[in-house]
């Protein structure tokens, strides 16, 4: 399966957060699986670093040698094709950020994982499923 990482879903991921869902984490970790994330999301975190609303414990370079290319997680670079699909999309959402991974998304028929509930006003599938209230439920 390929899946599409937004970039809340790879921090969370790479950060051991328990906001990550038990089954975008199980999907994610699975090298069955062919994961990528967009190189707008890179994008997103290096304007975040520069702005001090993302802290990281080493250089931006380092981070993404580390946890982009040590996961095995591919980059997901900009295509026209997406651009096509970018410039179709309804304003449900007004990150553009978040409308480029859906673009992406749609244009290559990949589902995204994340938690972000305006994902869903767009028709790319969503991978999510917030599941730790059925473990609570196990206990």
Same mark, same amino acid.
């Given at each position: 399966m390929r899946? #599409? #990482?937004?970039?809340?879903?790879? #921090?969370?991921?790479?950060g051991g957060s328990d906001e990550l869902s038990i089954t975008a984490r199980r999907l994610i970790e699975d090298t069955n699986n062919q994961r990528f994330s967009s190189v707008v999301s890179l994008? *997103?975190?290096?304007?975040?670093?520069?702005?001090g609303k993302l802290k990281l414990a080493m250089s931006f370079v380092d981070f993404v040698q580390r946890e982009v290319r040590g996961n095995a997680i591919e980059l997901l670079a900009v295509s026209p094709d997406h651009l096509d699909e970018l410039a179709k999309l309804l304003f449900h959402n007004r990150d553009p950020f978040d409308r480029m991974i859906v673009a992406q998304g749609l244009a290559e028929s990949i589902p995204i994982i994340s938690r972000d509930e305006a994902f869903e006003r767009y028709? !790319?599938? !969503?991978?999510?499923? @917030?599941?730790?209230? #059925?473990? *609570? @439920?196990d206990q």
């Amino acid at each position: 399966m390929r899946l #599409l #990482l937004d970039t809340r879903a790879f #921090l969370w991921f790479v950060g051991g957060s328990d906001e990550l869902s038990i089954t975008a984490r199980r999907l994610i970790e699975d090298t069955n699986n062919q994961r990528f994330s967009s190189v707008v999301s890179l994008w *997103e975190m290096a304007i975040k670093v520069s702005l001090g609303k993302l802290k990281l414990a080493m250089s931006f370079v380092d981070f993404v040698q580390r946890e982009v290319r040590g996961n095995a997680i591919e980059l997901l670079a900009v295509s026209p094709d997406h651009l096509d699909e970018l410039a179709k999309l309804l304003f449900h959402n007004r990150d553009p950020f978040d409308r480029m991974i859906v673009a992406q998304g749609l244009a290559e028929s990949i589902p995204i994982i994340s938690r972000d509930e305006a994902f869903e006003r767009y028709p !790319v599938n !969503v991978v999510w499923q @917030d599941d730790r209230s #059925l473990d *609570e @439920d196990d206990q």
